[in-house]
T-cell receptor
Framework: AQKVTQAQTEISVVEKEDVTLDCVYE???????LFWYKQPPSGELVFLIR??????QNEISGRYSWNFQKSTSSFNFTITASQVVDSAVYFC???????????????FGKGTTLSVSS | GAGVSQSPSNKVTEKGKDVELRCDPI?????LYWYRQSLGQGLEFLIY????????KSGLPSDRFSAERTGGSVSTLTIQRTQQEDSAVYLC???????????????FGPGTRLLVL
């Protein structure tokens, strides 16, 4: 069965601190995708990154970086030098990509609420 | 349009009434998904449309929920005889067509906040 666990319900940091959001997933498939979405107070889910199961390279985009480790089934997200605008709920999600099927639903974690104070 | 649009933004209804929620996907996207976000259940998948294929309805919580997609574009989610537990934010997402073993990114609309009194 598919499952995504975000053990941290809430995190509070002060501006300029680094923060890591944890994501652990479960799947039986060998081909799958992992995603991170941001949900600011406005409510809209904003796509941040997609990673497939065959690409374990870490990725950096500005202050954001992602660490994908298949050995521990984790896909952690780090924000460097956090800012107040980073305050949001962050969701990790998993989708399987079975051969012959064009798309599948996302399975979301419960989300981590990040509060960055000035 | 540039992104996924949904209407109405907010809907307040009385228990027992029917409601219709609309989603307009990103132009050119063939896949359309409905999800529900509630405090107790988090984000849950409801239904998925891909082109002209039969929809994947595996996430619909009861037979009071149905959805259709006309002309491969706009979709309407209908909830009949609404109950208070239906109160949630209903999110629509669209993606371009993936292929076997390849999953496209889903882009989300702003959601419809439904309150059943």
């Amino acid at each position: 069965a598919q499952k995504v666990t975000q053990a941290q319900t809430e995190i509070s940091v002060v501006e300029k601190e680094d923060v890591t959001l944890d994501c652990v997933y479960e799947t039986r498939d060998t081909t799958y995708y992992l995603f991170w979405y941001k949900q600011p107070p406005s409510g809209e889910l904003v796509f941040l990154i997609r990673r497939n199961s065959f690409d374990e390279q870490n990725e950096i985009s500005g202050r954001y970086s992602w660490n994908f480790q298949k050995s521990t089934s984790s896909f952690n997200f780090t924000i460097t030098a956090s800012q107040v605008v980073d305050s949001a709920v962050y969701f990790c999600a998993l989708s399987e990509a079975p051969w012959g099927q064009a798309g599948t639903a996302l399975i979301f974690g419960k989300g981590t609420t990040l509060s960055v104070s000035s | 349009g540039a992104g996924v649009s949904q209407s109405p933004s907010n809907k307040v209804t009385e228990k027992g009434k029917d409601v219709e929620l609309r989603c307009d996907p990103i132009s050119g996207h063939t896949a359309l998904y409905w999800y529900r976000q509630s405090l107790g259940q988090g984000l849950e998948f409801l239904i998925y449309f891909q082109g002209n294929s039969a929809p994947d309805k595996s996430g619909l919580p009861s037979d009071r929920f149905s959805a259709e997609r006309t002309g491969g574009s706009v979709s309407t989610l209908t909830i009949q005889r609404t109950q208070q537990e239906d109160s949630a934010v209903y999110l629509c997402a669209s993606s371009s067509r993936g292929a076997g073993g390849y999953q496209e990114t889903q882009y989300f609309g702003p959601g419809t906040r439904l309150l059943v009194l």
